[in-house]
């Protein structure tokens, strides 16, 4: 068994993983490992669990990189793998820079070929919202980056002066009888219409048919959108593991 840990712009989620099966995991704010104290608690609860391998990290707040590593190292007695572009993927990555992509939509693009073949599409509905396509050879090739939800909703809060905050949920109806209505209303919708869009125009580029699948803290909203071939909430934590597989072979 492992620690694969995903920190992300929001959230920092650390899962006990073994192969594909989670046992368990723990989530923090990621505003809370940004000063050494609280790391070195998030590091010595999780070092509670005996017959651990190793840890394996997905980041993607690069200030925080250094408190972690020193957080695990004091309290497991080794660093942890970060991932990176120069990490045993398993995959070739077919981009201009490929330093500059996101561990996390790395972890997505092995995860998607180990599990679904390909070519594949992942959509990840975190903080931001992002494509990441592996072509038909196998190859991670780029992708799309927009707002996430979250980010839509808080803006909208931020930004103007009678819009209040509101809790997102999927909705049926496009007309809104209130503003929380309205506002759900445009963020579901508009998130529909920009994924159905982008996945018609990613397959055109592809030339080929391929196969979606959703993940991402907000996934679940769009199970019933028939977008999606499959709705996999883990399965950045399950790259991890692969990836995790594919330096200690």
């Not at 509905?125 to 196998?138: A, E, N, P, Q, R």
């Not at 819009?163 to 997102?168: L, R, S, T, V």
Request: hydrophobic share 45%; with cysteine.
């Amino acid at each position: 068994m492992i620690w694969a840990v995903l920190i992300g712009n929001t959230r920092a989620v650390a899962a006990l993983i073994e192969g594909p099966v989670i046992h368990r995991r723990q989530i923090v704010l990621t505003d809370s490992l940004r000063k050494i104290q609280p790391a070195l608690a998030w590091a010595k609860r999780i070092r509670k669990l005996r017959g651990t391998q190793g840890i394996i990290v997905a980041s993607v707040v690069p200030p925080v990189d250094p408190i972690i590593r020193r957080a695990v190292e004091n309290h497991f007695g080794y660093q942890p793998l970060f991932v990176s572009s120069k990490s045993m993927l398993g995959i070739k990555i077919k981009v201009k820079k490929p330093s500059q992509v996101g561990a996390d939509r790395l972890a997505n693009a092995v995860a998607a070929k180990m599990i679904y073949g390909a070519p594949a599409i992942v959509v990840d509905y975190g903080t931001g919202t992002t494509f990441d396509v592996i072509d038909k050879s196998g190859a991670y090739c780029g992708g799309a980056i927009l707002p996430g939800i979250g980010i839509s909703l808080r803006a909208l809060h931020d930004f103007t002066a009678k819009i209040p905050n509101i809790k997102f949920k999927r909705v049926r109806f496009a007309i809104g009888k209130t503003t929380e209505e309205a506002v759900r209303s445009g963020i579901y919708h508009g998130a529909l219409g920009t994924t159905r869009e982008l996945l018609f125009q990613i397959r055109k580029e592809l030339g080929a048919s391929a196969p979606s699948v959703a993940t991402g803290g907000w996934c679940r909203v769009f199970e019933k959108s028939n977008l999606f071939q499959n709705i996999e909430p883990d399965l950045t934590l399950k790259g991890l593991s692969l990836i995790w597989q594919n330096h200690r072979a």
